[in-house]
């Protein structure tokens, strides 16, 4: 088993920045690929960003590419989202998950966080 737990999520400014964090913990020696995912209210949870093992390879929504970095830093199990140019659309609830494979689809993923708010607003 594995245990993820987001942090970071907060209320900032539209054009505002915020980073994420996901911390892992158990079973972290399995490779795991690692992504995030968001959730606005009344709407399916979709595809943010995915990371491999190495962190080599990385994947993107074609909604934050250029905006959102997505890292890890195995050593400290954690993995992160860095969120520039914030707009009001990117408001949602933001899911952290762990899988065999850097997938954009949520069958992918084997474990998942309880999510961190995200609220872009004036």
């Known amino acids: 088993q594995v245990q993820l737990v987001e942090s970071g999520g907060g209320l900032v400014q539209p054009g505002g920045s915020l980073r994420l964090s996901c911390k892992a913990s158990?079973?972290?020696?399995?490779?795991?690929?690692m992504g995030w995912f968001r959730q606005a209210p009344g709407k399916e949870r979709e595809f943010v960003a995915a990371?491999?093992?190495?962190?080599?390879?990385?994947y993107y929504a074609g909604s934050v590419k250029g905006r959102f970095t997505i890292s890890r830093d195995n050593a400290k199990n954690t993995m992160y989202l860095q969120m520039n140019s914030l707009k009001p659309e990117d408001t949602a609830d933001y899911y952290c998950?762990?899988?065999?494979?850097?997938?954009?689809?949520?069958?992918?993923?084997?474990?998942w966080g309880q999510g961190t708010q995200v609220t872009v607003s004036s």
């Open positions: 158990g079973r972290t020696g399995n490779n795991y690929a």
């Open positions: 998950a762990a899988g065999s494979t850097a997938g954009r689809e949520t069958k992918q993923y084997d474990y």
């Open positions: 990371i491999i093992w190495s962190g080599i390879t990385t």
